[in-house]
């Protein structure tokens, strides 16, 4: 029973294997890039926000503000804009805040840390532009804070691209790494599959092998 399951199982990992990333070659073509507002292309000074974040990122020294005062520092060594001390002097507002919402497959739970970005109108308080950054948060303290601030960095540069700023090979290589699953979320995807397809031969198995019946004795004659 055992060999015939796991054989099934295996037949099942190995399909979705092949079919994965055929479905994903298969995919359309993107539409083209529409256009950028015209506002952040043009502004000069911009107010920094703390949009706050989750208890989740007290794991990072700082807590839920390192992600404000990390792009801030950023922001000033860049020269890019003129940091200004409120909204009202500025022509755009770039709002920083951390989330972490849940990865679950019904069974695990992980989570996918990530820094937001949103670019606003001081005037109106619309959302021009928002883009964004996953954490990593594994290892020592020390390597945790390190990974944080490379996001932090990735925001930024993500920014520069937003504002028709070449990155340099070493910036787009960490642009394209920090958009890959984190290593939780892909934990909990292989988890799911390997549940399912357990669960798909084990099904399979029991409609080619349906239990037997135990044989019935001969009634004894009183």
Do not use: C
Request: proline residues 9%.
């Amino acid at each position: 029973m055992f060999s015939s399951l796991k054989k099934s199982a295996s037949f099942v990992l190995a399909w979705l294997i092949a079919v994965v990333p055929a479905a994903q070659a298969q995919q359309p073509a993107p539409p083209p890039a529409a256009p950028v507002p015209p506002q952040i292309l043009s502004a000069h000074a911009v107010f920094v926000s703390n949009g706050g974040g989750s208890n989740y990122f007290n794991i990072f020294t700082g807590g839920p503000d390192r992600a404000y005062n990390t792009f801030y520092s950023d922001m000033q060594q860049s020269n890019r804009y003129q940091l200004v001390s409120s909204p009202a002097q500025a022509d755009l507002i770039f709002e920083i805040r951390s989330i972490a919402p849940e990865v679950s497959d019904g069974r695990s739970v992980g989570y996918n840390p990530q820094l937001i970005l949103s670019i606003l109108d001081p005037k109106t308080s619309a959302v021009l532009w928002t883009t964004s950054a996953n954490v990593r948060a594994a290892g020592s303290q020390k390597r945790r804070n390190q990974g944080f601030d490379q996001s932090v960095a990735v925001l930024v540069d993500k920014l520069g691209e937003v504002t028709g700023q070449p990155l340099s090979p070493i910036q787009a290589k960490a642009v394209r790494d920090n958009s890959r699953w984190p290593t939780s979320a892909k934990v909990i995807l292989f988890v799911g599959i390997a549940a399912g397809a357990a669960l798909a031969a084990y099904g399979a198995y029991r409609i080619t092998h349906p239990p037997s019946l135990p044989a019935l004795g001969n009634p004894s004659v009183q």
